[in-house]
């Protein structure tokens, strides 16, 4: 069984049209995450939610929007699409971030190769 | 904050050679330390971890050591394989703020040739 799945895998979508990204854990964790990589890979973090809290939002456009229905499941929702939205998306959970101890890693998805045309 | 360095790469060597990926830390308290491996066209998956000094971390013939008095937890393998091209990132997880929070490198590329 895969332990953190994304669909799609890749998306291939014109500029200004909305578009959604589904992932789904099924390790049993409290956190779950979204990160965008780009052609360097460099790996930035967009949001992190904590059963179903929202407890990170880093500086990304009002135009992506994560929805948690629960604890097992982040999506996450674009807007109006731009070029500069390309990259790999990747969904990661976790362990409660709320956690005081313990060691706190994360499993990472397969990722969603986007690309704005 | 909190901040991860390590070399940018890429790092080329030859299949067998012994590499080094260097990566330190600044962080306010006492962090666990991560190395993930990113195989091509696949997510990040854990190859190591450390929670405390001089803890080492070792699995497939990678190892780290988590020097506090340097703040560092560099990546080592005595001999590498074609099969270890990939990207390798360091990553530190520390409390701040009421949940914990992991930092990550840039990343970097590692090309094995034959």
């Known amino acids: 069984d895969t332990a953190v799945s994304q669909t799609p895998k890749y998306l291939v979508t014109q500029m200004g049209n909305d578009k959604s990204i589904k992932c789904e854990q099924n390790?049993?964790?409290?956190?779950m995450y979204w990160y965008k990589q780009d052609s360097k890979k460099f790996l930035k973090i967009m949001f992190s939610y904590n059963n179903k809290e929202l407890i990170i939002n880093e500086t990304v456009p009002n135009r992506f929007s994560p929805k948690s229905p629960d604890k097992a499941h982040l999506n996450l929702h674009i807007n109006s699409l731009e070029l500069g939205d390309s990259a790999v998306y990747f969904c990661a959970s976790s362990r409660s971030s709320r956690a005081v101890a313990g060691v706190y890693e994360q499993y990472f998805g397969p990722g969603t190769r986007l690309t704005v045309t | 904050g909190d901040s991860v360095t390590q070399m940018e790469g890429p790092v080329t060597l030859s299949e067998e050679a012994f590499l080094t990926i260097n990566c330190t830390y600044t962080?306010?308290?006492?962090?666990?330390l991560f190395w993930y491996v990113q195989y091509p066209g696949e997510g990040l998956q854990l190859l190591l971890k450390a929670t405390k000094a001089d803890d080492k971390g070792s699995n497939k013939g990678f190892e780290a050591t988590y020097r506090k008095e340097t703040t560092s937890f560099h990546l080592e393998k005595g001999s590498v394989q074609v099969s270890d091209s990939a990207v390798y990132f360091c990553a530190l997880s520390e409390r701040s703020g009421g949940y914990q929070k992991v930092t990550f490198g840039i990343g970097t590329k590692l090309q094995v040739i034959p």
């Open positions: 390790l049993g964790h409290d956190t």
């Open positions: 962080a306010t308290g006492y962090p666990s």
